[in-house]
């Protein structure tokens, strides 16, 4: 069984913007994304449908045409397939981000 077992973290992303780590649990993938002071995420959509959840930090998450949501600690967000999105941030954020599905080596 893998009731409580350490999943492999891997790094898909460490550079001046952000650190981007994921954990593939065999279909669902648990990702946390450190994004650093005055940045951004690039804007960018998927196939799949994402939860985001704030971890640390403020943060604004803007999708699609709607007006930008500021991020609240605790507040999970979602984010359905196909509808572009992106997070920034002044003082950096800590976010979580679950999804069905698996980005592959890319």
Same mark, same amino acid.
């Given at each position: ?7 492999? &973290? ?14 593939d649990m065999g279909g669902f993938t648990a990702s946390i994304t450190e994004l650093h002071p005055s940045?951004? $995420?690039?804007? =960018?959509? =998927? ?5 985001? %959840? %704030?971890?640390?930090? &403020?943060? $604004? %998450? =803007?999708?699609? #045409?709607?007006?930008?949501? #500021?991020?609240?600690?605790?507040? &999970?967000?979602? &984010?359905? *397939?196909?509808?572009? =999105?992106? #997070?920034? $941030?002044? *003082? ?15």
């Amino acid at each position: 069984s893998d009731w409580g077992c350490v999943m492999e &973290i891997r790094t898909r992303a460490d550079n001046e913007r952000y650190l981007v780590r994921d954990m593939d649990m065999g279909g669902f993938t648990a990702s946390i994304t450190e994004l650093h002071p005055s940045q951004s $995420t690039l804007g =960018h959509s =998927h196939p799949w449908t994402e939860a985001y %959840l %704030l971890i640390e930090g &403020i943060g $604004t %998450l =803007h999708v699609g #045409v709607k007006d930008p949501y #500021v991020m609240s600690r605790g507040t &999970i967000y979602k &984010i359905s *397939a196909g509808v572009d =999105h992106r #997070v920034s $941030t002044d *003082a950096g954020v800590s976010f979580a981000c679950f999804f069905v599905g698996d980005r592959g080596s890319k």
